[in-house]
């Protein structure tokens, strides 16, 4: 469908019966983000706001609630989209088969971006906006639908935009409201580059975040996309609709079909703290000093809708925009990195912290025996490559079979247990960046990361109950099985690194007496609740791979270094204890909880809902 806007779809979607209307009165402090999050979990509808208290406006969220539903938002374009970025990776099929690919051609010329003369919004503040706070902790309000747009100084004008989403603190901390707002990115994006090349010409950086508008908008500021595809021109394909843009009176782009443009411009030598923020690793991002956003103006179109989602551990809204995502550009990463087959990037362990891939292995031929050696290449070459340089944890293993995915995980993870040889297999890179979400490591945006290389034949059979030697230790207990050939045990609160070294001696010293007993052990995790560890391949997942960090936290059962490489002759551990620096897990507040079964309640407007 070519929506116009934001509520041709939410139209269309409750034509259709994907979306419900809230009619009671709803807080945006706290209530609307509990709403929004046990609609999600039941898998629920898309959800219209009428009546937010303390705004005029309206509000939407869970559009993008299930992969289902965003396929049926963008049904008409799907194909030609998938098709268009299958030619940008292999232009000679347009070549070669030219009537074929006629249409590709066509729908590329409608989705140029068109520039009109005028715009017609009302203006107003930001303390008219619903200033949603989504969980307890959180610093203030946020915009956590926002579509950021700035332009290349060097180059400027809409072809060498950049169209991206992060977030924006609207309201709380130092901040002075309707003046001032904080804009948090991380240097490598698209608009980190903008701001480098504006301060070389000592400039202002302008920005605008324009809020709501047709679907493909959103989804626009949050593809990867390849060199040289703009989002604004992405938008148009995948919305079947040209995007239309103006500029206002001070020189800030206006997206005219947006619901909201908040413009401004950045001074990058002024910060503020922003922050907390409830995170999409399931923790909040703590207060770090970030860019400060000058306010210019305020534009809200006639009855426009605010949208929003809202952030947490993993599964959310979030998820199915990275499923999409994958719909649309599966092949893409294959094409960009020489063989490699599969790259997946495991939602449930926070996206950026824990990758699987297969490759091929194509040099052991010419060794005396299977095992990694180019998987080790790839592996350099997926860790310098995009958004995949964040990730801190890389599994990576060869199939001759081709039968193995990365989507069944842990069928995967078993695969690589069998074979892993952890004395050889183990690559760890240390003090480098990790994602500026992650605080495993000791400090902003610094930590480390491992590669965990697999090829070759099954070196053990995997146990599916807890060995005996686990479950009689002195420091050590309640050990669990969270996958065969992985156990959890519990131990004492986490103090500081130097403790835990001596911790993790006294471990090895009583294992590495029983070490023939673990040999269908491969790993071994350390941590606060071993119940909930093991409890299920979601909560392994979130906990072992969001709270270690490789170079301080993985020990090992015989463990030595030899020629500056670090292995271990018994199963690798992982020490997962929540850290002094780290930051808080996120809970919901039991009386909002509370406060929102109105709704769910006989007679609310979500009865029979979650």
């Not at 306010?295 to 499923?323: C, L, M």
């Not at 130097?498 to 006294?506: D, I, Q, S």
């Not at 929540?578 to 309640?601: G, T």
């Amino acid at each position: 469908m070519a929506y116009s806007s934001l509520e041709a779809c939410l139209v269309d979607l409750e034509k259709n019966g994907h979306l419900v209307r809230i009619k009671e009165e709803v807080d945006p402090h706290l209530e609307m983000a509990a709403i929004h999050l046990r609609v999600y979990d039941a898998k629920g509808p898309a959800l219209l706001f009428e009546n937010v208290k303390g705004s005029k406006y309206r509000a939407a969220s869970n559009i993008f609630g299930t992969l289902d539903r965003s396929k049926f938002i963008f049904r008409d374009t799907l194909q030609l989209v998938q098709k268009i970025i299958e030619l940008k990776g292999d232009p000679m099929k347009a070549i070669k088969r030219p009537l074929q690919n006629i249409s590709t051609g066509l729908a590329a010329l409608k989705a140029l971006p068109k520039k009109q003369s005028s715009f017609s919004f009302d203006q107003i503040q930001v303390s008219d906006l619903p200033l949603i706070k989504h969980w307890p902790m959180d610093g203030g309000a946020f915009v956590t639908l926002p579509q950021v747009y700035t332009e290349d100084a060097d180059k400027p004008g809409i072809m060498q935009s950049n169209l991206g989403m992060y977030r924006i603190q609207l309201s709380g901390n130092d901040y002075e409201l309707n003046k001032e707002i904080g804009l948090h990115y991380q240097i490598h994006r698209g608009i980190g580059v903008h701001q480098t090349k504006a301060n070389r010409k000592g400039q202002a950086l302008k920005v605008s975040c324009f809020v709501g508008g047709p679907p493909s908008h959103s989804l626009s500021a949050v593809m990867p996309l390849p060199e040289g595809i703009s989002e604004m021109t992405f938008a148009g394909l995948l919305g079947g609709r040209r995007f239309r843009y103006a500029y206002d009176a001070l020189g800030n782009a206006i997206s005219t079909d947006a619901d909201f443009v908040i413009t401004g411009e950045v001074d990058p030598y002024q910060t503020k703290p922003e922050g907390p923020f409830g995170d999409h690793l399931g923790y909040y991002s703590l207060t770090h000093p970030f860019p400060l956003m000058k306010v210019h103006n305020v534009y809200a179109k006639k009855n426009a809708i605010w949208a929003f989602t809202v952030v947490g551990r993993p599964p959310q809204e979030d998820t199915s925009f990275g499923e999409l995502i994958h719909e649309l550009t599966g092949n893409a990463i294959p094409q960009e990195i020489p063989g490699v087959k599969e790259v997946h990037a495991v939602d449930a362990a926070g996206v950026h912290p824990l990758l699987l891939a297969i490759g091929s292995e194509r040099y052991t031929p010419y060794m005396p025996a299977k095992q990694p050696a180019e998987l080790l290449t790839i592996a350099n070459h997926v860790l310098g490559t995009g958004q995949l340089s964040l990730a801190k944890f890389l599994f990576i293993t060869a199939d001759d079979t081709n039968q193995l995915t990365t989507h069944n995980i842990q069928q995967y993870l078993e695969y690589i247990f069998e074979r892993i040889d952890l004395s050889r297999d183990l690559h760890f890179h240390t003090n480098t960046t990790i994602d500026t979400l992650d605080y495993s490591g000791t400090g902003l945006n610094s930590g480390s990361k491992l590669v965990l290389a697999a090829y070759g034949d099954k070196k053990r059979e995997l146990c599916r109950e807890v060995p005996q030697a686990l479950k009689e230790l002195q420091e050590f207990e309640n050990a669990q099985l969270c996958m065969p050939g992985v156990v959890a045990l519990q131990t004492k609160k986490f103090t500081t690194y130097t403790e835990a070294a001596k911790e993790m001696e006294r471990l090895n010293g009583e294992l590495s007496m029983v070490n023939g007993e673990l040999n269908t052990v491969a790993q071994i995790i350390i941590c606060d609740d071993a119940s909930f560890t093991a409890a299920t391949l979601k909560n392994y997942l979130w906990v072992t791979y969001t709270r270690c960090n490789p170079s301080h936290d993985v020990y090992g059962i015989d463990s030595f270094v030899q020629h500056k490489h670090w292995g271990c002759n018994g199963p690798v551990v992982f020490d997962v204890r929540i850290k002094p620096h780290h930051a808080p897990a996120l809970e919901k507040d039991a009386a909002v909880e509370k406060r929102v079964d109105r709704l769910f309640a006989k007679g609310g407007s979500l009865e029979g809902v979650g």
